[in-house]
């Protein structure tokens, strides 16, 4: 049985910091691609950043360049996102995916999901 499980969200005031962790199990991890995705109330699901199976490719959406990091430790099953410089308008609940597909962005190519962690930014 595949699962993904999540820890660091919470609430933190806009400039601060947080970093989110995902555990995978049941799978081999370092064959999967990881994403995060985030949802926020009332809106759909967006993609925010993704890591190559390898660890040697990254890639994010626009508004997070610079702001987030995304990294993974293959010995751990575990994919990263640093978040940095935070801003009420990344407040959601953020999602990592497992995914055997090269398609980073398309969050429908992705097959395995984590449960979801809220992030909550105060202004």
């Known amino acids: 049985q595949v699962q993904l499980v999540q820890s660091g969200g919470g609430v933190v005031q806009a400039g601060g910091s947080l970093r989110l962790s995902c555990v995978a199990s049941g799978l081999t991890f370092s064959s999967y691609a990881m994403g995060w995705f985030r949802q926020a109330a009332g809106k759909e699901r967006e993609f925010v950043a993704a890591?190559?199976?390898?660890?040697?490719?990254?890639t994010y959406a626009d508004s997070e360049k610079g702001r987030f990091t995304i990294s993974r430790d293959n010995a751990k099953n575990t994919v990263y996102l640093q978040m940095n410089s935070l801003k009420p308008e990344d407040t959601a609940v953020y999602y990592c995916?497992?995914?055997?597909?090269?398609?980073?962005?398309?969050?429908?190519?992705?097959?395995?999901w984590g449960q979801g962690t809220q992030v909550t930014v105060s202004s």
């Open positions: 995916a497992a995914s055997r597909r090269t398609a980073y962005r398309d969050d429908g190519l992705y097959e395995y």
């Open positions: 890591i190559k199976w390898s660890g040697d490719y990254t």
